[in-house]
């Protein structure tokens, strides 16, 4: 790769300059910096409709009350069942079960501030079943 | 516990995290090195198709050595002696973490970027080997050399924290390290030949299929079939994934082959040895054909693809790629085996 096949294109990284190994005119290797490449962007933004796609039908099921408002929290912040568990320090079934919207309206409130601590909510958003933003969208 | 900075540490951005952060601590010991130099000397390139490991239902394609394995690799070298330790209690971890601030020892930290406010929206993903360097501490931040950031960055404590003790796949249950011991000099041309040693190892002679040269041909059939097993979406996600894997930050760009090159040809200005600079511009062709390879897929997911442009096209692609790679190491092997 050469110098100039650098591209110029904000990309994902908000303007995050990254460097990378190119060629300069002499066939030496210099690190460079850049924006990304435009077709990493490309499969970049391709992964995140992917993930937008997942949190949209989630918001949907939340508002049927086909499940409860943990399951809005847990896709938006890309974690599964296992993972949830994990962070959690609960049995993955336990999790499961909670994603029930009968189970979950009926929590005690130290498990309820496990996932609020967790998702960096209050306990009440959780029990008033409001979705908020996913944590890296927290400024 | 307010440990002022250590403004004698010198970041430096590198193309990736774990052999920038091993260049900047050995850097820091007095010991001048270049990221693409401890890269090749910590045999960080590799290639690895695991299908049966899953990245959010997508098959494992991996481009360099497992996480931590440059620095498993620098702490081997004679003379260097690296201190490490994983914990289980979230406070000790962090009182361990200030009272070698306070010693004035920047501390090398694994994280979850997950839970790195600093890092942007669209990277937040549950990556858990980041590494980075803690140098200071201002208040209730932290002085932190992210070494894919162009300068230095600050961190709530609370926030790193949790990147300490993230979850989930390579968790890094607070893992810090740093270095105790260096050696004045290095002795280089026996640490330039050991790693590439290593690194042909493992590129030609793995006994499993889907390792090294073997597995770069492994993947080229198995994306030929995708569409047909997979329907064309979920094969487009597929796609997607390996040039995501190949081209995320922190590669340097096609796969790491082009740091791997960089490191060759220092190598070559180092011994003055023309054979390894002709090795690097055959690794420079193979980088090249992974790009071709990355564009191209990059217009299918967009449903742009030029005319030819299938995946049996692609699949080709990538067996050059293999073609290119086996020769340079074949190449590099044989250096090896002419040399002392």
Same mark, same amino acid.
């Given at each position: 790769?050469?110098?100039?096949?650098?591209?110029?294109?904000?990309?994902?990284?908000?303007?995050?300059?990254?460097?990378?190994?190119?060629?300069?005119?002499?066939?030496?290797?210099?690190? &460079?910096?850049?924006?990304?490449?435009?077709?990493?962007?490309? /499969?970049?933004?391709?992964?995140?409709?992917?993930?937008?796609?997942?949190?949209?039908?989630?918001?949907?099921?939340?508002?049927?009350?086909?499940?409860?408002?943990?399951?809005?929290?847990?896709?938006?912040?890309?974690?599964?069942?296992?993972?949830?568990?994990?962070?959690? #320090?609960?049995?993955?079934?336990?999790?499961?079960?909670?994603?029930?919207?009968?189970?979950?309206?009926?929590? *005690?409130?130290?498990?309820?501030?496990?996932?609020?601590?967790?998702?960096?909510?209050?306990?009440?958003?959780? &029990?008033?079943?409001?979705?908020?933003?996913?944590?890296?969208?927290?400024? | 516990?307010?440990?002022?900075? @250590?403004?004698?540490?010198?970041?430096?951005?590198?193309?990736?995290?774990?052999?920038? =952060?091993? $260049?900047?601590?050995?850097?820091?010991?007095?010991?001048?090195?270049?990221?693409?130099?401890?890269?090749?000397?910590?045999?960080?390139?590799?290639?690895?198709?695991?299908?049966?490991?899953?990245?959010?239902?997508?098959?494992?394609?991996?481009?360099?050595?497992?996480?931590?394995?440059?620095?498993?690799?620098?702490?081997?070298?004679?003379?260097?002696?690296?201190?490490?330790?994983?914990?289980?209690?979230?406070?000790?971890?962090?009182?361990?973490?200030?009272?070698?601030?306070?010693?004035?020892?920047?501390?090398?930290?694994?994280?979850?970027?997950?839970? @790195?406010?600093?890092?942007?929206?669209?990277?937040?993903?549950?990556?858990?080997?980041?590494?980075?360097?803690?140098?200071?501490?201002?208040?209730?931040?932290?002085?932190?050399?992210?070494?894919?950031?162009?300068?230095? /960055?600050?961190?709530?404590?609370?926030?790193?924290?949790?990147?300490?003790?993230?979850?989930?796949? @390579?968790?890094?249950?607070?893992?810090?390290?740093?270095?105790?011991? +260096?050696?004045?000099?290095?002795?280089? *041309? &026996?640490?330039?030949?050991?790693?590439?040693?290593? =690194?042909?190892?493992?590129?030609?002679?793995?006994?499993?299929?889907?390792?090294?040269?073997?597995?770069?041909?492994?993947?080229?059939?198995?994306?030929?079939?995708?569409?047909?097993?997979?329907?064309?979406?979920?094969?487009?996600?597929?796609?997607?994934?390996? /040039?995501?894997?190949?081209?995320?930050?922190?590669? #340097?760009?096609?796969?790491?082959?082009?740091?791997? $090159?960089?490191?060759?040809?220092?190598?070559?200005?180092?011994?003055?040895?023309?054979?390894?600079?002709?090795?690097?511009?055959?690794?420079?062709?193979?980088?090249?054909?992974? *790009?071709?390879?990355?564009?191209? +897929?990059?217009? /299918?997911?967009?449903?742009? $693809?030029?005319?030819?442009?299938?995946?049996?096209?692609?699949?080709?692609?990538?067996?050059?790629?293999?073609?290119?790679?086996?020769?340079?190491?074949?190449?590099?092997?044989?250096?090896?085996?002419?040399?002392?």
């Amino acid at each position: 790769m050469e110098i100039t096949e650098q591209p110029a294109d904000d990309g994902i990284t908000e303007g995050l300059k990254i460097v990378s190994y190119s060629l300069n005119s002499k066939g030496e290797y210099e690190l &460079v910096p850049g924006l990304g490449w435009q077709p990493v962007n490309v /499969v970049n933004h391709q992964a995140w409709q992917e993930i937008e796609k997942k949190i949209a039908s989630s918001r949907e099921q939340v508002t049927a009350g086909r499940v409860s408002c943990l399951h809005y929290y847990m896709t938006a912040n890309q974690m599964d069942i296992g993972l949830l568990a994990r962070y959690t #320090g609960q049995s993955r079934w336990l999790v499961r079960l909670h994603l029930v919207p009968f189970v979950f309206s009926r929590l *005690r409130p130290d498990t309820l501030k496990k996932y609020a601590d967790l998702f960096q909510v209050l306990p009440d958003d959780l &029990v008033r079943g409001e979705l908020k933003t996913p944590i890296y969208q927290h400024s | 516990m307010d440990a002022s900075p @250590l403004t004698d540490f010198s970041h430096r951005q590198s193309a990736h995290c774990e052999s920038g =952060v091993a $260049a900047n601590l050995l850097n820091h010991k007095g010991i001048p090195i270049s990221e693409a130099m401890a890269f090749g000397i910590g045999a960080g390139l590799f290639f690895g198709y695991l299908p049966f490991i899953r990245i959010n239902g997508l098959p494992l394609v991996t481009y360099r050595a497992a996480a931590g394995h440059i620095l498993k690799q620098i702490a081997k070298i004679p003379g260097i002696n690296m201190y490490q330790k994983k914990f289980r209690d979230q406070n000790q971890a962090m009182a361990e973490l200030d009272a070698a601030l306070e010693a004035s020892i920047p501390v090398g930290l694994q994280t979850g970027v997950f839970w @790195l406010p600093y890092f942007p929206r669209a990277l937040r993903f549950h990556f858990n080997a980041h590494n980075l360097v803690v140098y200071g501490k201002q208040g209730d931040d932290y002085l932190i050399s992210d070494p894919v950031f162009p300068e230095p /960055v600050l961190c709530p404590a609370a926030d790193l924290v949790r990147a300490r003790f993230a979850s989930g796949a @390579l968790a890094p249950r607070g893992k810090m390290y740093y270095l105790t011991k +260096a050696p004045e000099v290095l002795d280089r *041309r &026996v640490l330039i030949i050991l790693g590439i040693k290593s =690194v042909c190892r493992m590129m030609l002679g793995s006994p499993f299929p889907l390792i090294g040269v073997r597995g770069i041909r492994f993947l080229a059939g198995r994306l030929a079939q995708w569409p047909s097993r997979l329907g064309r979406e979920r094969a487009g996600l597929h796609l997607g994934h390996v /040039v995501r894997m190949q081209e995320e930050i922190g590669t #340097g760009g096609g796969g790491f082959r082009f740091m791997y $090159a960089a490191f060759l040809q220092e190598s070559a200005e180092e011994l003055q040895d023309q054979y390894l600079r002709d090795c690097a511009s055959s690794l420079t062709a193979a980088g090249d054909s992974w *790009r071709e390879f990355a564009a191209r +897929a990059a217009r /299918v997911c967009k449903d742009r $693809a030029r005319p030819g442009e299938t995946y049996a096209a692609m699949a080709e692609q990538i067996r050059e790629c293999a073609a290119l790679e086996e020769n340079v190491f074949r190449k590099l092997e044989h250096w090896v085996k002419r040399c002392p």
